[in-house]
């Protein structure tokens, strides 16, 4: 049976006056049914560009330069526009992460769900608008026959992005991606929505690509965790290998600048420095030139990604050195 989604030595660059920002470099991953996919790093770090890209909804100019995205079997890289304007919605909805720009003022919720739900599925008005009015009760909106009628300035932002929920849920798709869907709000409602989510999916059986920068988001949403650093996987396995047994530095310095069990009572550390220059990379390991540990050969050549077990893989020196060491 094929995998829900794969995605294989993606690259993904954007070509700009001043030269190619390679904004995602090389990365391969699976997402099987059911199965919530969480991507964590900094911003640049090629989050978003991941989820653009599967959806080819770059900009001007942005371009897939080289790999693959299959979802169930079939290539979407090169596919087409008319092929990928029947996946997305139907098949393959995102979330974004400030729902007032996804959302047109001038038009009321209801107008917008129902022109969404007519475009992607063969309802005709009063079927859309039945449609609509159970998904904004799924999502729980309050007074939804009410709310239909309204604009989104009317909503609050917890209930705008309980809109763009129901509306990328409206047409069933088997994948929702959320780009930071809760960076907007305040911590009350980001676990509301969170937890929304999660009876959805859970209810739904979809599969969901989680992109934040809030690990605290990853460990109470994800199945697995790929970590990601100037447009490359630094780290990847199940959410309890990456909280519990981190391989890659980056991965360590991002866990050290939150609260948790293990720092409690201890002063957070955030990480040195700034994130790299994507026009100016450097010839090793792009993470080096702020780790505390880095050596003379992450300076010149990338560390390939090591088997830490069966469950957990990451490109970091430091685990080359204390696999020689052990021997």
């Given at each position: 049976m094929a995998r829900l989604?794969?995605?294989k030595d993606l690259k993904t660059?954007?070509?700009?006056?001043?030269g190619e920002v390679k904004a995602v470099n090389g990365i391969s991953f699976n997402l099987d049914r059911g199965k919530v996919l969480g991507i964590v790093g900094e911003s640049g770090s090629g989050k978003s560009v991941t989820a653009y890209s599967i959806m080819q909804i770059?900009?001007?100019?942005?371009?897939?330069?080289?790999?693959?995205?299959k979802y169930d079997g079939k290539e979407l890289v090169g596919a087409g526009e008319k092929v990928m304007k029947d996946i997305r919605g139907n098949n393959i909805s995102i979330i974004f992460q400030d729902p007032?720009?996804?959302?047109?003022?001038?038009?009321?919720?209801?107008?917008?769900?129902?022109?969404?739900?007519?475009?992607?599925?063969?309802?005709?008005?009063?079927?859309?608008?039945?449609?609509?009015?159970?998904?904004?009760?799924?999502?729980?909106?309050?007074?939804?026959?009410?709310?239909?009628?309204?604009?989104?300035?009317?909503?609050?932002?917890?209930?705008?992005?309980?809109?763009?929920?129901?509306?990328?849920?409206?047409?069933e798709p088997d994948i929702l991606i959320a780009d930071e869907p809760t960076t907007a709000l305040d911590v009350t409602i980001q676990a509301q929505i969170l937890e929304l989510m999660k009876s959805l999916q859970e209810e739904l059986g979809m599969a969901i690509i989680m992109i934040t920068h809030d690990l605290g988001v990853i460990a109470q949403m994800c199945d697995e965790v790929i970590v990601m650093y100037a447009g490359s996987i630094c780290e990847q396995g199940t959410a309890d290998e990456i909280f519990y047994n981190p391989k890659h530095e980056y991965?360590?310095?991002?866990?050290?600048?939150?609260?948790?069990?293990?720092?409690?009572?201890?002063?957070?550390?955030?990480i040195a420095g700034t994130p790299i220059d994507l026009l100016n990379m450097p010839k090793g390991c792009a993470f080096a030139p702020r780790c505390d540990v880095a050596m003379k050969i992450c300076l010149k050549e990338n560390a390939s990604r090591m088997q830490i077990n069966d469950d957990h893989q990451a490109a970091c020196w430091v685990n080359v050195r204390e696999a020689i060491s052990n021997e």
């Open positions: 989604l794969e995605v660059s954007f070509f700009t006056d001043v770059l900009t001007g100019t942005g371009k897939i330069v080289s790999g693959s995205i007032m720009t996804s959302l047109n003022p001038t038009y009321t919720i209801g107008h917008q769900l129902t022109e969404a739900i007519i475009l992607h599925t063969d309802r005709n008005k009063k079927q859309a608008w039945d449609r609509a009015v159970e998904m904004l009760r799924l999502v729980n909106v309050n007074e939804p026959e009410k709310r239909m009628k309204q604009y989104p300035y009317e909503f609050s932002g917890g209930m705008r992005q309980r809109v763009m929920i129901a509306m990328a849920l409206a047409c991965t360590k310095g991002l866990l050290r600048s939150i609260p948790s069990q293990a720092n409690a009572g201890k002063k957070l550390e955030p």
